[in-house]
């Protein structure tokens, strides 16, 4: 094995082992509603969880669930409603964690520390990697009381319109877990790099080529008078970076 293939081989395995690393994180992440009244906001909240990759649902005494209201809204996160656990109190939502934030749309007059969201993504990631953690939101109401928030070790405000800070449930869950996901992802997009395969030199040379020949069929080229027309088509289809697909569908094209 010459050294390239040993370092793609090793590149892989690093890729792969973050992968794990980050899936682990999320794993460890559990969302906990608190005495949702609206089965419909389970149901969103448990969709927004899903595209955001979190998958732990606790529910703390609901007031209807599960209920065809929760299932209709969760769309295609219904499998995240069946496997939810429904708990009869706070603490035993929080059984195994070492850390849970609050989530709160105001200000409380307590000793607990408050961060916006983004920061406290950040520090509930960093547990996360180690132990598993909770994201605890309370009623759609009133939000958490006090006695809940005492079960929580910070405090996380999402920074709104002080006029209007009052967000829905699920929207509120949308927002966290995609600060969730952007602390653990850093942000990258997952694109498949195989996806497409970009046209080689030879085949483009050979477009080029079929392309002008054309254009003086056509009578649109005067290859006795160019007028630089064949190197400007050429910066053209060079900002496209076109793929092979592509220039075998304009060669094509051509052909007709």
């Not at 958490?144 to 910070?154: I, V």
């Not at 952007?182 to 395969?197: F, K, P, Q, W």
């Amino acid at each position: 094995i010459d050294l390239n293939t040993k370092s793609s081989v090793k590149n892989s395995q690093m890729r792969q082992a973050a992968q794990l690393d980050k899936q682990n994180i999320f794993n460890n992440i559990r969302v906990v509603l608190c005495q949702t009244s609206h089965p419909g906001n389970i149901g969103s909240a448990a969709r927004a969880m899903k595209t955001m990759g979190l998958q732990h649902l606790y529910l703390v005494n609901p007031l209807h669930f599960p209920d065809p209201q929760a299932t209709s809204l969760a769309t295609g996160a219904a499998d995240l409603l069946e496997s939810a656990t429904v708990c009869g109190s706070l603490s035993e939502a929080l059984t195994g964690c070492a850390f849970a934030i609050g989530m709160s749309a105001r200000k409380r007059q307590i000793t607990h520390e408050l961060v916006n969201v983004r920061e406290g993504a950040s520090r509930a990631v960093q547990i996360a990697a180690n132990q598993p953690i909770a994201l605890v939101f309370g009623t759609e109401m009133s939000g958490l009381s006090n006695a809940e928030l005492d079960c929580c070790q910070l405090l996380a405000m999402i920074p709104a319109n002080p006029e209007y800070s009052s967000l829905n449930l699920a929207a509120a869950v949308q927002v966290m877990s995609y600060e969730i996901r952007m602390a653990i992802t850093e942000g990258a997009l997952e694109v498949d790099s195989t996806a497409t395969e970009l046209a080689t030199n030879e085949a483009l040379e050979g477009f080029y080529a079929h392309l002008e020949d054309t254009l003086i069929k056509i009578g649109y080229l005067n290859p006795s008078a160019p007028k630089k027309l064949s190197e400007r088509i050429r910066r053209i289809y060079a900002r496209a970076r076109l793929e092979k697909e592509e220039v075998n569908l304009l060669r094509g094209i051509l052909t007709l």
